[in-house]
């Protein structure tokens, strides 16, 4: 295998971290629906339990494998025991995530750093754990789910922003080096998702979080995921209004700071008063196992989202203009 994607699901073995909730359930629905074992990693294992029995009719099947990324060793552990139990490790997903939201100063230093460790250590532990048993086989694919964000700017989340643009520069290092063992190496950037995450994130803001347009259903961020598995891309930005993001945070970064701050404000958070808190960072949280977070409010969004998308595209239009003179 040459880099080349997975030759089959039927039967491949795959991991998928951050399975719980969010994209991570519904990549590991997905994929069994296909014929893949998978390997759901989480903190919650009542959580993963249920994900277990959702695909019990799929021809593939859903393993449970209750553990914490951060945890020293434990990824290493369980990639040598998948691939003695079942025989081989095909694919790993790296996707789990957490966020804080606040000033750089406000949260607890304690908090920054969980942050740090599962967004972006958890990422480097889960190729170190996967690359071994890829190499043996020949090959395979690491997807690394990351954001817009990682190559786009936004305030108040500091250490997320942080580890979305690490993401984004391992994930590019990391393809450089492993292109001659056959393993894809491949990011897939979705903006705002419908998921439970910004009801589960630490908030130091004085207000209650809700996510900006235009929000991205998770079954398409899912779909993304899965075309690298079977078709390795260097990046999927997951929707048009966020490629144009992308592109304007490349081509003109003033203007796309001075957008990303201002929707931010207005959008990003709620008028409801919190108490700050920290949020699922050191203790999940027992009731978010759903796929979508109910974010999604389409004849609110509508209208917003036509606007930004085309003063976005009239901005880079002008660009390349000028340019072009």
Same mark, same amino acid.
């Given at each position: 295998m040459r880099s080349g994607g997975l030759p089959s699901f039927e039967g491949a073995v795959v991991v998928v971290t951050g399975a719980s909730?969010?994209?991570?359930?519904?990549?590991?629905?997905?994929?069994?629906?296909?014929?893949?074992?998978? #390997?759901?990693?989480?903190?919650?294992?009542?959580?993963?339990?249920?994900?277990?029995?959702?695909?019990?009719?799929?021809?593939?099947?859903? /393993?449970?494998?209750? =553990? $914490?990324?951060?945890?020293?060793?434990?990824?290493?552990?369980? *990639?040598?025991?998948?691939?003695?139990?079942?025989?081989?490790? $095909?694919?790993? /997903? +790296?996707?789990?995530? /957490?966020?804080? !939201?606040?000033? #750089?100063?406000?949260?607890a230093r304690r908090d920054v750093h969980r942050v740090l460790d599962v967004n972006l250590h958890g990422y480097v532990d889960g190729i170190l754990a996967a690359l071994p048993h890829l190499r043996e086989r020949g090959g395979g /694919?690491?997807? +690394?789910?990351?954001? #817009?964000?990682?190559?786009?700017?936004?305030?108040?989340?500091?250490? !997320?922003? *942080?580890? @979305?643009?690490? #993401?984004?520069?391992?994930?590019?290092?990391?393809?450089?080096? =492993?292109? @001659? $063992?056959?393993?894809?190496?491949?990011?897939?950037?979705?903006?705002?998702? $419908?998921?439970p995450l910004f009801g589960q994130a630490g908030n130091h803001m004085g207000r209650d979080v809700v996510p900006p347009s235009p929000i991205t259903d998770p079954e398409d961020v899912a779909a993304a995921v899965i075309a690298s598995l079977e078709r390795p891309r260097r990046l999927r930005v997951v929707g048009l209004p966020h490629r144009i993001t992308a592109g304007l945070a490349r081509h003109l970064p003033r203007l796309a700071e001075r957008t990303s701050r201002t929707m931010m404000e207005r959008e990003h958070f709620g008028r409801s008063p919190t108490y700050a808190t920290a949020g699922n960072l050191h203790d999940p949280d027992p009731e978010a196992t759903t796929v979508r977070g109910g974010w999604v409010r389409p004849t609110e969004r509508s209208v917003p989202l036509v606007g930004a998308t085309l003063l976005t595209a009239g901005a880079l239009a002008l660009m390349r203009l000028r340019r072009a003179r």
């Open positions: 909730s969010g994209i991570g359930r519904a990549v590991s629905l997905r994929l069994a629906s296909r014929g893949v074992t998978v #390997i759901a990693v989480a903190r919650r294992r009542e959580a993963l339990s249920q994900l277990a029995s959702g695909g019990e009719t799929a021809p593939g099947r859903i /393993v449970p494998e209750p =553990l $914490d990324v951060t945890e020293e060793g434990a990824l290493q552990r369980l *990639a040598a025991r998948v691939a003695e139990e079942h025989g081989r490790l $095909d694919a790993w /997903v +790296n996707n789990a995530g /957490v966020n804080l !939201y606040g000033p #750089i100063d406000a949260p /694919v690491v997807v +690394n789910v990351s954001s #817009i964000l990682g190559v786009a700017p936004s305030p108040y989340q500091a250490a !997320y922003v *942080a580890t @979305k643009h690490a #993401i984004h520069g391992l994930t590019v290092s990391v393809r450089q080096e =492993l292109w @001659k $063992d056959g393993i894809a190496v491949c990011e897939v950037a979705p903006g705002p998702v $419908d998921t």
